[in-house]
């Protein structure tokens, strides 16, 4: 069997360190490898996961990317979990009067840039002959189409952004990095830090466990092929419109 290897960035939060223990379940996977601004919590560590620390500095990534050299060609998951609704400083916005150009810094900051980012420096890495699945956590309220609701300014729109970038990345990929395949992927409402406050209005059995989007997208990556194309799809396999 190929050795291969999967990478998880952003992966402390609720979905990332989800997808960790996904991928570490997956025989087919040899090695695992998370990249987070904390250390490795004690219940996901593993023989098969290496955990990196990392500030999501360029140069940072930089030394993530050097320490990841010797898996070169053998990566073939790839998922980016980085997210931010509300912080200390960032709630979301309910009316024009509420945005401020630092809450939408910090929120573009997460969202958008260090995505796009880390497709910037993993691209050699990522080039070889095995088909690789690369998933970024996007979400519904980033569709245009889609938006009825209006509200959450800052998020939304770095949704919206992060899908561009990754619909701009795909175009340079498929002449580039041909193996890949690049998805925009909405987990649904899931129990997560990110949706705690946001929960009550949410009915049961539309509120996910993070094991369950975990498992989605799993399979959806696994069935994914390299065709040059960005997807931008939800947890049901369901193609969301821009
Ligand atoms: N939960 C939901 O209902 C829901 C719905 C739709 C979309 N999503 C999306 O799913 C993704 C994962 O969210 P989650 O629910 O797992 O939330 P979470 O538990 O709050 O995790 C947040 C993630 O974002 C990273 N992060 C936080 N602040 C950051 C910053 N300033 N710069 C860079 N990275 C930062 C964290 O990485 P570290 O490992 O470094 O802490 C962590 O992986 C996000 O993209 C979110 O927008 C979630």
Not at 27 to 43: E, L, M, T, Y
Not at 210 to 225: D, K, P, W, Y
């Amino acid at each position: 069997m190929a050795l291969t290897t999967a990478l998880v960035l952003g992966a402390g939060g609720g979905l990332g360190k989800a997808m960790v223990q996904q991928f570490l379940a997956d025989p087919s996977i040899s090695r695992v490898v998370a990249v987070s601004r904390n250390g490795c919590p004690a219940d996901v560590a593993d023989a098969r996961l290496d955990w990196l620390v990392s500030d999501y500095s360029e140069q940072s990534m930089t030394s993530v990317v050097a320490q990841l050299t010797p898996s070169k060609g053998t990566v073939t998951r790839v998922c980016l979990c980085h997210g931010l609704l509300h912080s200390e400083s960032v709630w979301p916005e309910k009316r024009l009067e509420d945005i401020t150009a630092d809450a939408l810094h910090e929120v573009f900051h997460a969202n958008t840039v260090v995505p796009a980012l880390w497709l910037k420096h993993l691209h050699s890495l990522l080039k070889g002959a095995l088909p690789c699945a690369v998933a970024v956590l996007s979400a519904r309220v980033g569709s245009i189409g889609d938006n009825r609701l209006g509200g959450w300014y800052a998020y939304r729109t770095s949704k919206s952004a992060l899908n561009m970038m990754l619909q701009t990345t795909a175009v340079e990929y498929s002449r580039r990095v041909k193996n890949v395949k690049l998805i925009s992927f909405h987990p649904g409402t899931t129990d997560t830090a990110l949706s705690k406050p946001f929960q009550a209005a949410v009915p049961t059995d539309k509120l996910f466990t993070t094991e369950f989007v975990a498992g989605r997208l799993a399979t959806i990556m696994a069935s994914a092929e390299p065709d040059g194309q960005l997807a931008y799809l939800d947890w049901d396999n369901k193609t969301i419109p821009w």
